[in-house]
């Protein structure tokens, strides 16, 4: 593990960093940095933006309701994306918060929603998706945020579908062979998880998932996992086989 600042407070900003370009603290960020950490006048924190790496900054008090901060020393140059995409079927608010926010934390570069036959939340609340894909950022050092991509219908992506890379998805119906066997026959591509929703997918699904050239199905065992739960072993399972692990 780099010998990282995980002690200081970080903060995700929009605007480009840059020495001595003070940043205006937004109503949210002043309360909790005032008031919650109680930082004081010339204290510090972490920014970053996901384009310009980390920075530490100064606060500047202007007045009791604004608030700069000041990059002064950039500490990590910015990171790529995370090569694996991250693509699932939504589940309802607590358990899809969850999800993201582990799946950011696991290294995911893109989050992509897709919607399936069996999806019990059919509606996505896009803007909560990135909340929490910050929020995890914030709290595990991570320099870039996810791309979070608009829901697709299964039949879409796989029409789509780059054939550059692989789509994995985890089967419950597939036999319990090493997952970790499977994905290192085929090393070479980046590699795209779909987790499909708490009901599995339908046999239709499972039909044209297995048609294509471009698909390879694992087994995470002899156990059903929900899905939340199989998200977080499977994408642990492709790091440690074919990722940045």
């Known amino acids: 593990?780099?010998?990282?600042?995980?002690?200081?407070?970080?903060?995700?900003?929009?605007?480009?960093?840059?020495?001595?370009?003070?940043?205006?603290?937004?109503?949210?960020?002043?309360?909790?940095?005032?008031?919650?950490?109680?930082?004081?006048?010339a204290g510090t924190v972490l920014l970053f933006n996901g384009r310009d790496g980390e920075w530490r900054a100064r606060l500047q008090r202007l007045s009791k309701k604004r608030l700069v901060l000041v990059p002064e020393r950039c500490l990590r140059a910015q990171t790529a994306a995370g090569a694996l995409h991250y693509l699932f079927a939504p589940l309802k608010s607590a358990r899809l918060d969850y999800m993201v926010q582990k799946a950011v934390e696991m290294g995911a570069g893109v989050l992509q929603p897709v919607m399936t036959q069996h999806v019990q939340a059919p509606r996505l609340n896009l803007a909560r998706m990135r909340a929490n894909a910050v929020e995890a950022a914030e709290q595990c050092g991570i320099l870039t945020l996810p791309e979070c991509r608009e829901m697709i219908r299964l039949s879409d992506l796989l029409a789509g579908f780059d054939p550059a890379r692989r789509l994995v998805f985890c089967d419950e119906r597939q036999n319990a062979a090493s997952p970790i066997e499977v994905l290192r026959a085929d090393p070479s591509r980046p590699v795209s998880l779909l987790i499909g929703p708490e009901g599995g997918f339908s046999a239709d699904e499972r039909a044209s998932l297995m048609e294509c050239a471009f698909v390879t199905p694992i087994s995470l065992g002899p156990r059903i996992l929900r899905a939340d739960t199989a998200a977080v072993a499977a994408m642990a399972v492709v790091q440690a086989a074919v990722g940045d692990w």
Do not use: W
Not at 4 to 28: M, N, Q, T, W, Y
């Open 1 to 41: 593990m780099p010998d990282h600042d995980f002690k200081s407070p970080r903060l995700f900003v929009e605007p480009d960093l840059a020495e001595g370009v003070g940043i205006e603290a937004d109503a949210d960020q002043l309360n909790y940095l005032v008031n919650v950490l109680r930082i004081g006048e």
